[in-house]
């Protein structure tokens, strides 16, 4: 996830915007870019690599830019977590407009970039970068008549998608506007100073009163103050608010850890991985120019997924989406042992090797040895530039963003969103859905951040009390039935993960034959009883285990009355396709494996033995 900055005041900016950099430097970064203004000028550095590889670019006169004198005021900043097109100098952040006028640093995804792209050529606009960000210069500076705030304002109603910018433009050298729609913003309000960001901490050595930035506004920064204006260019009142975080804490966005801002990230993480792969509104569109070719799916006769831990249960989620969808045969492989079982795979085989970090030795290893047998590989991650991207004939990123708790929670709703979107463009080629179907299907899967973000809103709360009754249980058992299965052992994986307690998940089926034998009164099963053509069946389970006197927290379909009378607690997701309701069922479970690890007294972040990224056999 990219971090920008901005800042306008009266000391040296190059110093403020690189020392809030690397304030932004946990956000996660491949590349990174200063602009600043100063005697009617702007100049740029921008680099691959680290801060220090920028610092060392700016010491160089970045490439021909001289060190600006007298020293610039004003500039923005930005690190780059690529998304669309690769690391590369060019494709670094500030971009802007063909004239240099106005320069931008943008966060998020701009959805009709190539439809603008395409006018704005028409325009004479001449592009030089492959991101879809750089539009929001051209377009800005194309519009612009003698007033940056209400260009911004205009452009913004021509732009789609979810986003945060800042603009910075030679005809108006004191100020700063910026625009939020989904991404972060903030205002921070110093003494003769301003700074706006994508979070606090770029600013809190520096200042800790801050106003924030509401979806669909746009701000004007300037040294001695600060205006906010509605989608209309209306001035709006923003109190200003005082911030007592500590640098740790405002890392973390003001939670108190990683994982527990990464399960409230969840809806940012599907909305860039879902959004602009549907653009169509009624299908999906994997391409990538240069990162995936769509005719890597063409003949599949099966699917194999690759992977290891959460990794895997995105893929058993793919097992059921593409079978159904697709009506193609589907292998969900545990990446260690596929490896060294001499599989039977081939040319028409799509080999797919689910892995957060891209670096899962064993998941490379699997990867590998389906490519020496002719199958055609493809690495599903979430960090550009990894092995398993280099080692594959195509990538499908996830887009979520660095993720620093150690156990998986926002890049596995990426992973099963990315899927699930397979899933549906197999069934598109394939001819498999009715295009009513494939069309509403399509439309759930879009509106799944909304929902994630509904789900969340007092969550915790609910989640916590059910903790309060069950957290020093010795054993909890998870059982689910269809799509419900992965997520039973994902929400058993994560509690085992972070809290140390021992659990079971079984697909509920096979609970009569084994793990029934292990429930007493002190057993808490966990059961995922969304809606399902199964649900009666799950039903059924949960009556067994509790003639043996365990208790059920069941999560079920809001509106759904036929699960509650079963249960001891029930927690309630938004209705959506039976399909894609497990993705929310994963959410509440995420936080209670994480409610029971803070009432054990457990660090979730960096929980015992494990390591985010397992680059060993
Ligand atoms: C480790 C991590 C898990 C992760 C697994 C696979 O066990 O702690 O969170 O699911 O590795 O990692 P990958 O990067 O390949 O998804």
Request: charged residues 25%; contains cysteine; glycine residues 10%.
């Amino acid at each position: 996830m990219c971090g920008i900055i901005g800042y306008v005041g009266s000391r040296p900016a190059e110093e403020i915007l690189l020392a809030g950099l690397r304030r932004l430097e946990y956000r996660g970064y491949d590349s990174a870019g200063i602009s600043l203004l100063a005697d009617g000028e702007i100049q740029s550095v921008r680099a691959v690599g680290n801060l220090d590889r920028l610092e060392e670019a700016l010491a160089d006169g970045g490439g021909g830019v001289a060190t600006l004198a007298p020293p610039a005021t004003i500039g923005i900043g930005h690190t780059r977590w690529a998304t669309h097109g690769r690391v590369s100098e060019r494709n670094a952040h500030p971009h802007c407009d063909s004239a240099g006028r106005v320069h931008v640093v943008v966060n998020g995804i701009v959805e009709n970039y190539m439809a603008l792209r395409e006018s704005l050529r028409a325009d004479g606009a001449v592009f030089s970068s492959e991101t879809d960000a750089e539009v929001i210069a051209h377009l800005i500076a194309t519009m612009y008549a003698d007033d940056l705030a209400s260009t911004v304002v205009r452009a913004l109603g021509e732009l789609e998608g979810f986003f945060a910018f800042v603009a910075m433009s030679l005809d108006e050298p004191d100020v700063l506007v910026a625009a939020r729609r989904e991404c972060p913003l903030v205002v921070g309000r110093g003494d003769g100073e301003s700074f706006v960001a994508s979070a606090v901490p770029a600013f809190l050595a520096h200042t800790r009163s801050v106003q924030i930035v509401e979806n669909g506004e746009v701000v004007v920064v300037r040294a001695d103050g600060v205006e906010i204006l509605d989608s209309a260019g209306v001035a709006l009142e923003r109190e200003v608010t005082r911030i007592d975080w500590d640098e740790e804490t405002a890392e973390k966005g003001g939670y108190e850890t990683f994982m527990l801002k990464e399960i409230h990230e969840q809806a940012d993480a599907l909305a860039e991985t879902i959004n602009d792969r549907t653009v169509r509104g009624d299908g999906v569109d994997l391409a990538e120019e240069g990162v995936f070719d769509e005719s890597l799916l063409h003949g599949v006769t099966r699917v194999v997924f690759v992977a290891c831990g959460t990794a895997y249960h995105a893929g058993l989620m793919g097992r059921y989406a593409i079978e159904e969808w697709a009506g193609l045969p589907v292998e969900v492989e545990i990446a260690s042992e596929y490896r060294y079982r001499g599989p039977i795979v081939g040319p028409t085989d799509l080999v797919i090797g689910i892995s957060q970090s891209g670096e899962t030795a064993d998941t490379l290893g699997a990867m590998r040895t389906a490519r020496e047998r002719g199958a055609r590989v493809v690495a599903l991650t979430n960090v550009m530039g990894s092995q398993a991207t280099r080692d594959a004939d195509g990538v499908l990123y996830t887009r979520a963003g660095l993720e620093i708790g150690v156990a998986a929670t926002k890049t596995f709703v990426a992973q099963l969103a990315l899927v699930y979107l397979l899933a549906l463009r197999l069934a598109e080629l394939r001819g498999t859905l009715a295009p009513e179907r494939l069309a509403e299907l399509v439309r759930a899967l879009r509106r799944l951040p909304q929902l994630v973000e509904e789900l969340l809103g007092g969550l915790e709360e609910r989640i916590d009390r059910i903790a309060e009754w069950c957290w020093e249980a010795p054993f909890f058992l998870y059982i689910g039935r269809h799509a419900g299965v992965p997520i039973a052992l994902e929400g058993a994986l994560k509690l085992k993960e972070i809290s140390y307690v021992s659990t079971d998940a079984y697909a509920a089926g096979e609970m009569k034959h084994g793990p029934i034998a292990m429930l007493d009164e002190s057993t808490p099963v966990v059961a995922v009883a969304t809606s399902s053509p199964v649900l009666a069946k799950v039903l059924n389970n949960i009556d067994e285990v509790r003639a043996r006197g365990a208790k059920v927290i069941a999560v079920s379909t809001a509106g759904d009355a036929t699960v509650a009378p079963h249960v001891e607690a029930t927690i309630e997701v938004p209705a959506s396709d039976p399909m894609l309701e497990p993705l929310l069922a994963v959410v509440p479970l995420q936080l209670l494996a994480y409610r029971i690890a803070m009432r054990r007294g457990l660090n979730p972040d960096q929980p015992r033995n494990l390591a985010k990224t397992v680059t060993v056999e």
